[in-house]
């Protein structure tokens, strides 16, 4: 799944910047995406690095680790942004339906390649 996978380095951060609406939009996109798929993390994958989101399903909270991987994920055109959650949505249900795994039953992560 992850394999050798590291998370990302202060040096490979510089550049990157996510503002704090952009942030909010993001993290509401993934929030969909933990809810709707029933998954209490979604991991961004790029190039053996992650970056990990994690959803407390009780609380409808959730945490990024990194924002640069979401932020190469979404863009924040609304339109195409809505188009890639319906895709990952559809994907992860389609998943769980192929192994028999009920909605109701929370994974404890989902992998995104970004």
């Known amino acids: 799944m992850m394999g050798k996978a590291t998370k990302l380095t202060k040096s490979q951060k510089k550049g990157f910047r996510v503002n704090k609406k952009l942030q909010t939009y993001i993290e509401q996109l ?22 990990i989101y994690k959803f407390d399903t009780l609380k409808r909270k959730g945490s990024m680790e990194d924002w640069v991987f979401a932020s190469l994920l979404f863009d924040g055109d609304i339109i195409r942004d809505m188009e890639k959650v319906r895709e990952i949505i559809a994907v992860g249900l389609k998943q769980r339906a192929e192994h028999k795994i009920k909605v109701r039953q929370p994974l404890l992560k989902i992998t995104i390649k970004v």
């Not at 993934?30 to 970056?51: P, T």
């Open 30 to 51: 993934l929030e969909q995406i933990a809810d709707e798929v029933n998954v209490k993390q979604v991991v961004l994958e790029r190039d053996d690095v992650y970056a």
